[in-house]
């Protein structure tokens, strides 16, 4: 690996007699990692080895795993890199917080969230990049978290939506992705002496926001994939500075984890309770974590009485986003839930439509009629003509065992049906309709059943060929 001139020069002053090492590390192929996802039903019932689990992340283990396999398409395994894993940890999310990934593409961390809510809660994910942010989408999607709101605002933009909202702030910040460079060798050609300093900058801007969002009590943890003491130590030195009611709480340090340096920054001892990822010592690429805490008392909350207060947040005088069901469609969807499902899954009342697409939208949610987004809810299906068509978000949230109506077929018929083609089953008498379709007692997509020929609605723009 070629590394510029200026970043050797400036490890061999920062790492003195460990630099050879340090440099030697980055042209070691990199770790591969995955989680398992705990929404799933069954979820360590996988092909992939498990004998191998990451120490510091429960759901964790090192190995690689294949986007065209059972288990990627249906959210049973993420492909994660062992270091980011850490961060999901960091979080420390507990069920019924409020979470902001304010920079989540692609879906990394935010899936780990998700998780962890364990649909409890509400998970608000934000990519500004409208491309990142579509992939956000489908890795969010795909986990089957119903409690997530994916955005594509600027942070400016959601902090006036947003002030003093938030439980935990997760801002990966952009950085100059010195500890992705043997992941991504492109990201050296990027690099320049100035590079570091600039995103610092860039950074600041995003935790200046980020912070108006951050309720009193609430924590926020920062985070980059890079060794630059400028975006690292420095930039939480700046922090405990310009923000007094911040404290750096201390990190569960792992074997090969680094305390951060705090002459680095300015000399503050609390910056040795962040953390840096150094892969000559540890297990993963390069990543630097800290997590900080509002130290004001949280607001009391007081009982209301009289009337239940119906003012929803980022309301005002805008134009609600969803309405509500008319007749017909709240028939449509009765019948089509009655049929498919042992239990109610989705209360009426959660129950909203944009336009002729249905979502689960409960109404203790923010109102987001004024900020762009990609997914404003889990879509449950669309209304067409005196019909309803189930989404393909709703059969990744839904765990078979719920389910009434449901097909099994084997992994060579998920082959053919995940590349589009349709199905013949000979020797199934069942009645015309829809199903769940699950493989190796997993969900992975609707069929409608038509005298023994289920036809394919796996979405067109996600086929692919095992």
């Known amino acids: 690996m070629q590394l510029p001139a200026e970043f050797v020069t400036k490890y061999q002053e920062i790492l003195g007699q460990e630099a050879p090492a340090f440099f030697a590390s980055l042209s070691q192929q990199p770790l591969k990692g995955f989680r398992l996802n705990p929404l799933k039903e069954d979820e360590k019932k996988v092909a992939y080895s498990l004998a191998e689990p990451v120490p510091y992340v429960a759901t964790g283990f090192y190995g690689a795993v294949s986007g065209h396999s059972l288990e990627h398409q249906t959210g049973y395994v993420y492909s994660q890199e062992p270091s980011a894993m850490y961060v999901g940890e960091v979080a420390d999310v507990s069920p019924g917080e409020v979470v902001l990934d304010l920079c989540a593409a692609p879906g990394?961390?935010?899936?780990?969230?998700?998780?962890?809510?364990?649909?409890?809660?509400?998970?608000?994910?934000?990519?500004?990049?409208?491309?990142?942010?579509?992939?956000?989408?489908?890795?969010?999607?795909?986990?089957?978290?119903?409690?997530?709101?994916?955005?594509?605002?600027?942070?400016?933009?959601?902090?006036?939506?947003?002030?003093?909202?938030?439980?935990?702030?997760?801002?990966?910040?952009?950085?100059?992705?010195?500890?992705?460079?043997?992941?991504?060798?492109?990201?050296?050609?990027?690099?320049?002496?100035?590079?570091?300093?600039?995103?610092?900058?860039?950074?600041?801007?995003?935790?200046?926001?980020?912070?108006?969002?951050?309720?009193?009590?609430?924590?926020?943890?920062?985070?980059?994939?890079?060794?630059?003491?400028?975006?690292?130590?420095?930039?939480?030195?700046?922090?405990?500075?310009?923000?007094?009611?911040?404290?750096?709480?201390?990190?569960?340090?792992?074997?090969?984890?680094?305390?951060?340096?705090?002459?680095?920054?300015?000399?503050?001892?609390?910056?040795?309770?962040?953390?840096?990822?150094?892969?000559?010592?540890?297990?993963?690429?390069?990543?630097?974590?800290?997590?900080?805490?509002?130290?004001?008392?949280?607001?009391?909350?007081?009982k209301q009485s009289g009337k239940k207060n119906k003012k929803r947040r980022g309301k005002g005088k805008q134009p609600e986003l969803f309405r509500h069901l008319n007749a017909e469609e709240q028939e449509l969807w009765t019948t089509f839930a009655g049929q498919m499902f042992k239990e109610e899954v989705f209360l009426i009342q959660g129950l909203r439509c944009l336009g002729n697409k249905l979502y689960w939208y409960p109404e203790e949610w923010p109102d987001i009629s004024t900020l762009k987004f990609i997914r404003p809810g889990l879509q449950l299906g669309t209304f067409k003509k005196k019909r309803f068509e189930p989404a393909y978000s709703l059969v990744l949230y839904l765990p078979p065992s719920i389910c009434l109506r449901k097909i099994a077929i084997s992994v060579e018929e998920w082959k053919k049906f995940v590349a589009g083609n349709t199905l013949t089953l000979l020797q199934d008498k069942q009645e015309n309709g829809w199903y769940l379709l699950t493989c190796e007692g997993k969900s992975f997509s609707f069929g409608k059943l038509v005298n023994g020929t289920l036809k394919n609605f796996f979405p067109k723009g996600l086929r692919f060929k095992p």
């Open 108 to 302: 990394g961390k935010s899936t780990q969230i998700a998780a962890k809510l364990n649909g409890a809660g509400l998970l608000v994910s934000n990519e500004i990049n409208h491309k990142r942010a579509t992939i956000l989408a489908q890795n969010l999607e795909r986990i089957g978290a119903a409690n997530v709101l994916i955005l594509n605002e600027d942070p400016a933009t959601l902090a006036h939506t947003f002030p003093g909202y938030f439980d935990k702030i997760l801002v990966d910040a952009p950085c100059s992705g010195e500890g992705m460079f043997r992941k991504d060798p492109t990201a050296i050609k990027y690099w320049h002496k100035d590079y570091p300093a600039q995103c610092a900058a860039r950074q600041k801007e995003i935790l200046r926001e980020a912070l108006k969002m951050l309720k009193p009590g609430g924590q926020l943890i920062y985070s980059t994939c890079t060794f630059a003491p400028e975006e690292d130590e420095q930039i939480v030195a700046w922090l405990l500075t310009e923000y007094p009611e911040l404290s750096c709480l201390p990190i569960k340090k792992w074997k090969g984890m680094d305390a951060g340096r705090p002459e680095l920054a300015d000399g503050n001892r609390s910056l040795e309770n962040t953390i840096t990822l150094f892969p000559h010592h540890f297990q993963g690429e390069g990543h630097f974590i800290a997590k900080l805490k509002d130290q004001r008392p949280a607001p009391t909350i007081q």
